[in-house]
T-cell receptor
């Protein structure tokens, strides 16, 4: 158990719909990262938050948005869903913010598997 | 942003042989290079990491080397076992953590 909690584990929805994925980081971790992993693909970096503020943005579509709340949990909102959005969405957390010092192991949650029909 | 390339995409070895996976990165500010192992349907888990002030690190059958000048780093697995079969990802941290495309390693008994 990594200590990172993601809900829901599985989600099936239709094209055009909107969903919200939730992530609770490990206790004490201030940074939260979101990654998208399509079938047999790599880990595509979407976005990173540190202590409530956006720190880095990757290949995140305009239909997607995220935020980190004061209690440090994060939500990834996916709207106007398309078939190609079907993927495993991982949240990861770390202690050290990006761009600082050497460390920063990422601890991954179990992922939220989104299926768009 | 950082761009990480990983080769090969698939690798098949006989049990007991060695496996080597190579990665290159683009951002000279990257200072932390972890390797993750992902088994089918599971989350990625860290197996070894190296920081930019170190050239090599070893942990039992696993070793990682870093060449900062050439901006490449490699994972070496010796005496491979069937349970080493998985997808391996390299990553590099500059302003954020970017991953390579992954290598599917198959160890044949």
């Amino acid at each position: 158990d990594s200590g990172v909690t993601q809900t829901p584990k599985h989600l099936i929805t239709a094209t055009g719909q909107r969903v919200t994925l939730r992530c609770s980081p490990r206790s004490g971790d201030l940074s939260v990262y979101w990654y998208q992993q399509s079938l047999d693909q790599g880990l595509q970096f979407l976005i990173q938050y540190y202590n409530g503020e956006e720190r880095a943005k990757g290949n995140i579509l305009e239909r997607f948005s995220a935020q980190q709340f004061p209690d440090l949990h994060s939500e990834l909102n996916l709207s106007s869903l398309e078939l190609g959005d079907s993927a495993l969405y991982f949240c990861a957390s770390s202690v050290v913010p990006s761009g600082r010092d050497y460390t920063g192991e990422l601890f991954f949650g179990e992922g939220s598997r989104l299926t768009v029909l | 942003g950082e761009n990480v390339e990983q080769h090969p995409s698939t690798l098949s070895v006989q049990e007991g042989d060695s496996a080597v996976i190579k990665c290159t990165y683009s951002d000279s500010a990257s200072n932390y290079f972890p390797w993750y192992k992902q088994e089918l349907g599971k989350r990625p888990q860290l197996i070894i990491d190296i920081r930019s002030n170190v050239g090599e690190k070893k942990d039992q059958r696993i070793a990682v080397t870093l060449n900062k000048t050439a901006k490449h780093f490699s994972l070496h697995i010796t005496e491979t076992q069937p349970e080493d079969s998985a997808v391996y990802f390299c990553a590099a941290r500059a302003n954020d953590m970017r991953f390579g495309a992954g290598t599917r390693l198959t160890v044949k008994p």
